[in-house]
């Protein structure tokens, strides 16, 4: 699985970490896993069409020690479909600022 991870968190970082996720994202049915919704203006073509697979969603997963996240888009609507897959550039370009903004409004230095 293709990844972007930021690893060696200090308990207190994952704490905020924690905190902001839960207020921004709300917490799932795991702990630890929280779902991120893909800006529908850098959705791919095939996504588009897929009105009945929307919305899309990068999995990020929080530990104590780290905070990672798949470059799969995925949906919770489907397990399988065509328009399930890795990101696209602009969609890992994406993810990828939202994790680096996050960190540094929460001061976090990685």
Known sequence: MKQYVVD???????EKIKMCLDENLGSSEIAGIYWLPIDDRILAEKQTEHINCQPFFF???L???????????RTKNK????????ATEKQRNWLIGYMDAMLNKLEISV
């Open 8 to 14: 060696e968190l200090r308990y207190n970082d994952y």
């Open 59 to 61: 999995v990020i997963i």
């Open 63 to 73: 530990e104590e020690n780290l905070i990672s996240t798949e470059l799969l888009v």
């Open 79 to 86: 397990i399988k479909c065509n328009c399930i897959g890795y």
